[in-house]
């Protein structure tokens, strides 16, 4: 796979035309990089783009099988952020524990987890068996302090503990903007009211996007907040654009009909 052409814009808040550089084609990693060390205003344009995007991290927290690395024990001090994928999240839910101002977030991750599993009364952080360089994640219930591995958790509810590491964190920890690639999946409908707070509460202090196909998610935030991306067929090139209130009715209803249809 190649680059065939590549080509980065930039529009300043109120200048009618954006700032545009070709970064060539024939390149198997983006140029934007080398373009950055230019001493030029292209080079300016080119890091100016470049750090907005490593101001961004994207999550995906759809891997949960018994061999996903979510489930795996994690190297101990590997818990300065939370992965893509969530496969510190042991190590990080013991260093947000155990820091400096770190306990009052961990405590709103329990109570939010807490909200949707009624029987969930707070995670058990303990390190491996003769190794204690790494830590492993288990729960216990309200009514047992007998640990539980997490086999003993279903995925949706162990996405759903990610998550909440994720939007919870503090907000130093946070990066510029975080993107969620369908957090929806595998959440019970009943839970998607705890996953909307959260964003809400996350939003305060960073960018959140979110990727969804999710009409209950959609009916959550209002048209302002919300993006379409479809097909250009004719430009062969995906288009961004925003709906009005009415229009994004029309769209909701029209796809609730088409999920009454498959039902019927």
Same mark, same amino acid.
């Given at each position: ?76 001090? $590997? ?40 029987? &969930? ?99 959550? &935030? ?37 999920? $009454?249809?498959?039902?019927?």
């Amino acid at each position: 796979m190649i680059f065939t052409a590549e080509t980065a814009y930039w529009q300043r808040e109120g200048n009618p035309q954006p700032f545009v550089i070709e970064l060539g084609c024939g390149h198997r990693e983006s140029g934007l990089l080398e373009a950055s060390r230019l001493d030029n205003s292209r080079g300016r344009t080119a890091k100016f783009i470049l750090n907005v995007l490593r101001a961004c991290r994207s999550y995906c927290f759809h891997e949960t099988s018994s061999a996903a690395k979510i489930r795996q024990p994690g190297y101990i001090l $590997d818990g300065n952020y939370l992965r893509s994928n969530g496969g510190n999240l042991a190590a990080y839910l013991l260093s947000l524990k155990s820091r400096e101002g770190g306990q009052y977030y961990y405590e709103k991750i329990v109570r939010y987890v807490q909200r949707v599993l009624p029987q &969930f009364a707070d995670f058990v952080l303990i390190s491996m068996p003769g190794n204690s360089r790494y830590t492993e994640l288990k729960w216990c219930t309200t009514d047992s302090q007998q640990p539980f591995g997490l086999q003993d958790l279903s995925d949706g509810a162990l996405r759903f503990m990610a998550l909440g590491a994720l939007l919870l964190q503090p907000p130093s920890n946070a990066t510029n903007t975080i993107v969620i690639d369908g957090p929806e999946e595998a959440l019970h409908p009943q839970t998607l009211d705890v996953l909307v707070d959260m964003v809400r509460e996350a939003s305060l202090h960073c960018k959140i996007i979110l990727a969804t196909q999710s009409l209950a998610l959609l009916k959550a &935030f209002g048209a302002e907040s919300l993006l379409v991306l479809e097909l250009d067929p004719q430009r062969q090139a995906t288009q961004f654009y925003k709906l009005s209130t009415e229009q994004l009715q029309q769209r909701l209803a029209r796809y609730r009909l088409g999920e $009454d249809e498959q039902e019927a």
